[in-house]
C-alpha cells in the first residue's frame, strides 16, 4: 500500500490476555518505530529498528511488552498478560532516514487497544 | 537526554486570529525540531521541521516556526487561523545521528467561528 498499516484498528481483550499488533511500513523505508499515545500522555516511544542494526528498546514500560520486525518489513508488537494501564493507541512509524528525510516519520492510524 | 515542553494542553482562537503554539527544548547538542499534526480520526503528518539550516521555517498550510536557541524555543504560529485548522498539534526533537524522536505532550487546537 501507499502508507503505514496497522492491524487490528481496535482491540478490546480482558486483563491477563495476550495481544498482537501489526505494522506493515511503507515499502523500502528502513526505519521502523512504535510509540504508544495515551490521554494526556503526548506520544511515549517504545522501540526503534533501523535495518539489520539492534533494536533501540529503551522505551519499552516493562518485560510483557517486545516488538519484531521480519526480513526488514512488517513488525510485530507483543503484550503479554495485558493490564488496564496499557489501554492505549499504539502507533507504527516508518522513514528512510537522512538528507532530506530527516525526521520525516510517516504514520499509521494506530491500533486502538482497550484492557477491560 | 532530550526533551520537549508544550506549553497549554488545549488553545482555543477565533476564526481569523493569530494562532502561536509554544514549544520549548532541552538538548545537550544541537537539536533537531519538528511539529507534527494530527487531524481528527487521521494520523499524525510532518507540518515542518528545523534541523540547522534556516531559523525560520515555513511548513504546510501556512505554518511557520522559528528556532530561537537563546531562548530554547520552537513555537509554532499562523497568522489568520482556520476552521480546518482544529486538530492536536505535537513538537519534537532529535539531534544529529539520533533517529528518535522524542516527543511532547501535544496541544489541542480549537477554532471559535
Known amino acids: 500500500g501507499a502508507g503505514v498499516s496497522q492491524s487490528p484498528s481496535n482491540k478490546v481483550t480482558e486483563k491477563g490476555k495476550d495481544v498482537e499488533l501489526r505494522c506493515d511500513p511503507i515499502?523500502?523505508?528502513?526505519?521502523l518505530y512504535w510509540y504508544r499515545q495515551s490521554l494526556g500522555q503526548g506520544l511515549e516511544f517504545l522501540i526503534y529498528?533501523?535495518?539489520?542494526?539492534?533494536?533501540?528498546k529503551s522505551g519499552l514500560p516493562s518485560d510483557r511488552f517486545s516488538a519484531e520486525r521480519t526480513g526488514g518489513s512488517v513488525s510485530t508488537l507483543t503484550i503479554q498478560r495485558t493490564q488496564q494501564e496499557d489501554s492505549a493507541v499504539y502507533l507504527c512509524?516508518?522513514?528512510?532516514?537522512?538528507?532530506?528525510?530527516?525526521?520525516?516519520?510517516?504514520f499509521g492510524e494506530g491500533s486502538r487497544l482497550t484492557v477491560l | 537526554a532530550q526533551s520537549v515542553t508544550q506549553l497549554g494542553s488545549h488553545v482555543s482562537v477565533s476564526e481569523g486570529a493569530l494562532v502561536l503554539l509554544r514549544c520549548n527544548y532541552s538538548?545537550?547538542?544541537?537539536?533537531?525540531l519538528f511539529w507534527y499534526v494530527q487531524y481528527p480520526n487521521q494520523g499524525l503528518q510532518l507540518l515542518l521541521k528545523?534541523?540547522?539550516?534556516?531559523?525560520l521555517v515555513k511548513g504546510i498550510n501556512g505554518f511557520e516556526a522559528e528556532f530561537k536557541k537563546s531562548e530554547t524555543s520552537f513555537h509554532l504560529t499562523k497568522p489568520s487561523a482556520h476552521m480546518s485548522d482544529a486538530a492536536e498539534y505535537f513538537c519534537?526533537?532529535?539531534?544529529?545521528?539520533?533517529?528518535?524522536?522524542?516527543f511532547g505532550t501535544g496541544t489541542r487546537l480549537t477554532i471559535i467561528p
Open positions: 529498528f533501523q535495518g539489520n542494526s539492534a533494536p533501540d
Open positions: 528545523y534541523t540547522s539550516a534556516a531559523t
Open positions: 512509524a516508518s522513514s528512510s532516514w537522512g538528507g532530506a528525510n530527516t525526521g520525516e516519520l510517516f
Open positions: 519534537a526533537v532529535s539531534n544529529f545521528g539520533n533517529e528518535k524522536l522524542t
Open positions: 538538548s545537550s547538542v544541537p537539536p533537531y
Open positions: 515499502s523500502g523505508h528502513t526505519a
